[in-house]
């Protein structure tokens, strides 16, 4: 009799399935050909979803042989927590993940009095190469799978269901989820809207999709599908300059999608939707924060269904660019004021742990 060679671990041996990537037929499909009875998908959906179990063997409902094959044969999430750092008194945290390749990402978590809300990464790295943006630097290293998106979110509800974070706001869940992390959610459309499905599902998470907000660089054929979804989430556009020339110069993508093209993207979803829209404007000393900038932008966006979200620019070790001044602030939101356009000053939060918008790049901080 031969004896049975083990065979070597070889780069085509494919990875065990992420539970967290599998839609629940998909789970249903594995569960049946495993011979389990029908309702032991919904029991392990209801585990990994509403429960938050943070393991195979957490799930006790669960026959202990079932329990052994999914660990042998399954994982429940792949990204490896590798650094976690706190701010704001606790109330800003930001995690380092590392995928099984090697390539990483970074979520946050920021509590506020009303709300929880976690920022998450739909790639590692980005090709978009904002100027102002760490992560822009970075180039894109990989899409994230639906289940690597939802882990990340998954985290942070777990902390503050079991009470483990040290915080001087307090939450039980998350509230909101911002698709405002690494990565242009658009570039990866499929996957990054299969992961808002799995989080809005009211067998399982059960996010309302008026607590998901995703931001757009500018990418009109994913504006256009936007539109065109059954979940009514909100959308946010990266905007950050009111002229083709100056937007080229801060977003390259400028130069596929210039200003009219968004802006006429960005009229047809508000009226197919009837929803509200972001801009998001990162203010820079001296580069897009003047008075005429902020009257190019009245002029730009007055009449339309929308709201400005001024963000005075977080540092980025390297980037030859300074935050606005204060008064330079005000004076642009001012403008935006008296022509009647709704318009707020983002809250800082996470600069000193670069967890703030445009600091994720998943490179060292000093200690
Ligand atoms: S701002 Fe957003 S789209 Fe631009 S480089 Fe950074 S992560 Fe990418």
């Not at 065979?7 to 011979?35: F, I, S």
């Not at 001087?168 to 998350?174: D, K, L």
């Not at 658009?186 to 931001?215: I, K, M």
């Not at 390259?252 to 509200?276: D, F, G, S, W």
Request: net charge neutral; proline share 6%.
């Amino acid at each position: 009799m031969l004896m049975q060679q083990t065979q070597p671990m070889t780069l085509e041996t494919p990875p065990a399935v992420n539970l967290y990537d599998l839609t629940l037929p998909e789970l249903g499909d594995l569960m049946k050909r495993w011979g389990q009875p029908a309702f032991r998908t919904k029991q392990i959906w209801t585990q990994m979803y509403r429960n938050l179990a943070p393991s195979f063997d957490a799930m006790s409902d669960l026959p202990a042989a079932l329990r052994e094959r999914l660990k042998a044969e399954v994982q429940l999430g792949v990204l490896k927590l590798t650094r976690e750092q706190v701010a704001d008194d606790g109330d800003t945290r930001k995690v380092l993940w590392q995928l099984p390749d090697g390539n990483v990402l970074e979520s946050v978590l920021m509590r506020y009095p009303d709300r929880a809300t976690v920022c998450i990464s739909t790639q590692s790295g980005c090709a978009m190469g904002c100027v102002f943006c760490a992560t822009g630097r970075m180039g894109l290293l990989r899409n994230l799978t639906p289940g690597q998106i939802v882990e990340q979110v998954l985290y942070f509800a777990r902390g503050l269901k079991q009470d483990t974070f040290d915080s001087v706001t307090h939450h039980e869940r998350v509230t909101n989820i911002v698709f405002m992390g690494m990565g242009e959610p658009f570039a990866n459309y499929d996957r990054w809207y299969a992961s808002v499905e799995r989080l809005h599902d009211p067998q399982g998470f059960n996010l309302g999709a008026r607590n998901l907000t995703v931001s757009t660089v500018g990418l009109v054929p994913g504006i256009r599908r936007l539109a065109s979804e059954k979940l009514p989430i909100n959308l946010a556009i990266s905007l950050h300059a009111p002229n083709d020339e100056l937007r080229s110069a801060l977003m390259p993508v400028n130069k596929k999608y210039p200003i009219t093209e968004l802006m006429a993207a960005t009229q047809e979803y508000i009226e197919q939707t009837h929803r509200r829209v972001s801009f998001e404007y990162v203010l820079l000393q001296g580069q897009n924060d003047t008075v005429e900038h902020a009257e190019q932008l009245a002029d730009l966006i007055q009449g339309m269904l929308c709201h400005v979200n001024l963000i005075p620019w977080n540092p980025v070790p390297g980037a030859p660019l300074e935050r606005s001044h204060r008064k330079r602030v005000q004076e642009f939101q001012q403008v935006l004021q008296n022509r009647g356009i709704a318009c707020t000053v983002r809250m800082e939060r996470g600069v000193a742990i670069a967890a703030a918008c445009g600091q994720l790049a998943a490179v060292p901080q000093p200690a």
